[in-house]
């Protein structure tokens, strides 16, 4: 490993700053174009040492934790911190028209929105027993090391004020020393926390743990590895104007904003739809929304998630007929011929996509369709079929829900051209 004076020019889609030299490119993290640094570089990667020349758009992180010269060396949860503002809306906003444009997609793509710090209202931390105690916060960037936290820019409030609780919570289900994971849901009746450990509990275990859920304020339920430790009431979300509870662990959009206008969007561009299709409809998600105004059938793989929606469907008056499917879309996608008598379409896919579902939906007469996806390449891709296939990509919104990450929503909305 050698220290050089490095010159970054541009940033990469993972955040990196990218400096181009004779040998080839090399990524640094915590860096952005018009910075000049000393480096520590190794096989193509960077470690910041020193910043001779700031760039002009560089800013003071709003977070303790972040970046290379924190004490704790960067948690790992945010990679973006350090850009100014407007920079760094074009270098997001830009992941999508770049994956679009590899596709050879050429359309506009709508200013980036926003969510404000503070929005998120579901954080997944990293926790580990040691011989001190426990550590929750969030794993450095390539690394499985642990950066304790005492504060998150992006959690609700709600969530920062309750740490010390989460933390003594995490401490008592550190049964083993192996890292665990505890997703923290912030409900309206409270936290849902959801343990994804690699070890075992004791029935023992079982019975502390949920003494100790009950000594605290604000818990509404906690699992481990799926199974239901103490519910003191059921978790609770709106979807629309419907109150859902979702299952342990289940899929939940990261921020509340985001949702509502991802639903608005999706709502309206399918309001003339009288008979739509939700796939990988989760707990309901869009499906609750879209049923306000259409006959919605709801295909989703796992199966608590579409009995939630099923329950808060059949609980709500006023809504149009709600159908559910448990199907492996992945694996046995919706046939042309059953998508014939449907005129609208949802579907938000996980990340690798739904190229062999959507490979039969350009085949189909649906006449609108909604893209949602957190994936920009992946989208690409489904959406390039899709315009083969006759559709018009009417709109494409890209939506920073997961701020100062890599990470992005976007909302594509098509219509079929006329034949």
Same mark, same amino acid.
């Given at each position: 490993?050698s220290?050089?004076?490095?010159?970054?020019?541009?940033?990469?889609?993972q955040?990196?700053?990218i400096?181009?030299?004779?040998?080839?490119?090399?990524?640094?993290?915590?860096?952005?174009?018009g910075?000049?640094?000393?480096?520590?570089?190794?096989?193509?990667?960077?470690?910041?040492?020193?910043?001779?020349?700031?760039?002009?758009?560089?800013?003071t992180?709003?977070?303790?934790?972040?970046?290379?010269?924190?004490?704790?060396?960067?948690?790992?949860?945010?990679?973006?911190?350090?850009?100014? &503002?407007?920079a760094?809306r074009?270098?997001?906003?830009?992941?999508?028209?770049?994956?679009?444009?590899?596709?050879?997609?050429? @359309?506009?793509?709508?200013?980036?929105?926003a969510?404000?710090?503070?929005?998120?209202?579901?954080?997944v931390?990293a926790?580990?027993r040691?011989?001190?105690?426990?550590?929750?916060?969030?794993?450095?960037?390539?690394?499985?090391?642990?950066?304790?936290?005492?504060?998150?820019?992006? =959690?609700?409030?709600?969530?920062?004020? =309750?740490l010390?609780?989460?933390?003594?919570?995490?401490?008592?289900?550190? @049964?083993?020393?192996?890292?665990?994971?505890?997703?923290?849901?912030?409900?309206?009746?409270?936290?849902?926390?959801?343990?994804?450990?690699p070890?075992?509990?004791?029935?023992? &275990?079982?019975?502390?743990?949920? =003494?100790?859920?009950?000594?605290?304020?604000?818990?509404?339920?906690?699992?481990?590895?799926?199974?239901?430790?103490?519910?003191?009431?059921?978790?609770?979300?709106?979807?629309? &104007?419907?109150?859902v509870?979702?299952?342990?662990?289940?899929?939940?959009?990261?921020?509340?904003?985001?949702e509502?206008?991802?639903g608005?969007?999706?709502?309206?561009?399918?309001?003339?739809?009288?008979?739509?299709?939700?796939?990988?409809?989760?707990?309901g998600?869009?499906?609750?929304?879209?049923?306000?105004?259409?006959?919605?059938?709801?295909?989703?793989? &796992?199966?608590?998630?579409?009995?939630?929606?099923?329950?808060? =469907?059949?609980?709500?008056?006023?809504?149009?007929? @709600?159908?559910?499917?448990?199907?492996?879309?992945?694996?046995?996608?919706?046939?042309?011929?059953?998508?014939?008598?449907?005129?609208?379409?949802?579907?938000?896919?996980?990340?690798?996509?739904?190229?062999?579902?959507?490979?039969?939906?350009?085949r189909?007469?649906?006449?609108?369709?909604?893209?949602?996806?957190?994936?920009? @390449?992946?989208?690409?891709?489904?959406?390039?079929?899709?315009?083969?296939?006759?559709?018009?990509?009417t709109?494409?919104?890209?939506?920073?829900?997961?701020?100062?990450?890599?990470?992005?929503?976007?909302?594509?909305?098509?219509?079929?051209?006329?034949?």
């Amino acid at each position: 490993m050698s220290a050089r004076a490095l010159d970054i020019t541009r940033l990469g889609g993972q955040g990196d700053g990218i400096a181009e030299t004779p040998e080839g490119q090399i990524f640094v993290p915590f860096t952005l174009p018009g910075d000049r640094i000393t480096a520590a570089v190794d096989k193509g990667r960077g470690t910041l040492i020193s910043l001779i020349e700031p760039s002009p758009d560089r800013v003071t992180p709003p977070c303790p934790h972040f970046g290379a010269d924190s004490d704790e060396a960067g948690c790992g949860g945010c990679a973006m911190q350090h850009v100014a &503002d407007a920079a760094y809306r074009d270098w997001k906003r830009n992941l999508v028209v770049a994956a679009l444009e590899g596709r050879g997609i050429m @359309v506009e793509v709508g200013p980036l929105v926003a969510c404000a710090p503070g929005a998120r209202r579901r954080v997944v931390f990293a926790v580990r027993r040691t011989d001190k105690g426990s550590i929750l916060g969030f794993n450095r960037a390539s690394s499985h090391q642990i950066v304790p936290i005492d504060t998150c820019v992006v =959690a609700s409030e709600r969530i920062n004020q =309750a740490l010390p609780v989460l933390r003594r919570l995490a401490t008592a289900v550190a @049964v083993g020393k192996e890292a665990f994971r505890l997703s923290v849901l912030d409900t309206l009746s409270g936290f849902d926390l959801a343990v994804d450990a690699p070890f075992k509990l004791s029935e023992a &275990d079982r019975l502390r743990i949920s =003494a100790s859920v009950r000594k605290e304020t604000g818990v509404t339920r906690l699992s481990f590895n799926g199974e239901i430790l103490i519910e003191i009431q059921p978790p609770q979300l709106v979807f629309g &104007d419907v109150a859902v509870n979702p299952p342990p662990g289940g899929f939940v959009q990261a921020s509340e904003a985001a949702e509502t206008l991802m639903g608005e969007l999706v709502t309206t561009h399918l309001k003339k739809s009288k008979r739509v299709l939700d796939l990988f409809s989760g707990s309901g998600t869009f499906a609750l929304r879209l049923a306000q105004q259409s006959h919605v059938h709801a295909v989703e793989s &796992d199966g608590p998630s579409l009995a939630a929606l099923d329950k808060a =469907a059949r609980r709500s008056s006023g809504l149009k007929p @709600v159908s559910v499917e448990k199907r492996d879309l992945l694996r046995r996608p919706l046939m042309t011929a059953e998508l014939k008598t449907y005129q609208g379409l949802v579907f938000d896919p996980p990340r690798a996509g739904a190229e062999v579902q959507v490979q039969d939906i350009a085949r189909s007469t649906i006449t609108r369709i909604a893209a949602v996806s957190c994936n920009p @390449v992946t989208l690409a891709r489904d959406l390039e079929i899709l315009v083969k296939g006759g559709y018009k990509i009417t709109s494409i919104t890209p939506i920073d829900q997961f701020l100062w990450s890599s990470h992005i929503e976007v909302v594509a909305l098509l219509e079929r051209s006329k034949r």
